[in-house]
């Protein structure tokens, strides 16, 4: 009996062990295309609570720092900064793949397609402080190219949910890679961030360039270069 009641471990060891393979395996299958949806197909009675929950933790936060909450200057501030918030936030209302799915269209291309001076806002998931800039976007095509405006659409769900800047910008150019499956993507993020500026070491000239190569973006030092002088985004 003993024996069958190792047995019978064994056999539970084992199959959380495949539990936890699988979980393994459906995070590398999951596609950037549907992450971070977190909020989509809302019913109107969860937004609401979203709201109200929002609107009470503001409260609390001009109380904590002293203010009188119930002053008229700041009567309606809690309700106007959770609507806020939300809109800062609303790429987790839609997925990507949503956006792209109706502008993917067969076509022998051969030539660089970028699209530059794509202006984004976003907030430091750090601070909730905000940042901002400007992103450029290259893909050589590979028999399939996507509708102009859906890569600055790309660019804003992304950017329009609590972000570092070094993921939004892999985050970017994944989506562009899996969409259409290009030769090559790539993708330049310059941002001034308001955590630098604002608080912290306080340098207001500060910018921070981040860049995502993949395909022959990555091998090629050719391709790379004409991007890099192509895609060189102006100042703001």
Request: glycine content about 6%; overall charge negative; proline content about 2%.
């Amino acid at each position: 009996m003993a024996h069958l009641s190792e047995s019978s471990n064994n056999d539970d060891i084992n199959m959380n062990n495949l539990h936890i393979e699988d979980k393994k395996n459906d995070v590398r299958r999951s596609s950037v295309l549907d992450e971070g949806t977190l909020r989509e197909n809302e019913s109107e009675s969860k937004h609401e609570q979203r709201l109200d929950a929002l609107k009470n933790a503001y409260g609390i936060m001009l109380n904590s720092v002293g203010e009188d909450a119930m002053r008229q200057g700041l009567l309606k501030t809690p309700e106007r900064a959770a609507k806020a918030m939300l809109f800062f936030t609303k790429g987790y209302e839609q997925s990507v793949r949503d956006v792209v799915s109706d502008a993917i269209f067969d076509e022998e291309c051969d030539n660089m397609v970028v699209v530059k001076d794509i202006d984004i806002y976003s907030l430091c998931e750090h601070h909730l402080i905000p940042f901002f800039g400007k992103v450029s976007v290259g893909y050589l095509p590979n028999k399939r190219v996507i509708g102009l405006s859906k890569i600055a659409r790309i660019v804003e769900i992304f950017s329009r949910r609590l972000q570092v800047q070094e993921r939004l910008t892999q985050q970017i150019a994944q989506a562009i890679e899996e969409a259409v499956q290009p030769l090559g993507v790539g993708v330049i993020v310059e941002c001034v961030h308001m955590c630098m500026v604002m608080r912290g070491a306080e340098k207001v000239n500060s910018r921070t360039t981040t860049s995502a190569m993949l395909g022959n973006f990555r091998h090629n030092a050719k391709t790379r270069e004409e991007f890099l002088i192509i895609g060189r985004n102006s100042s703001f």
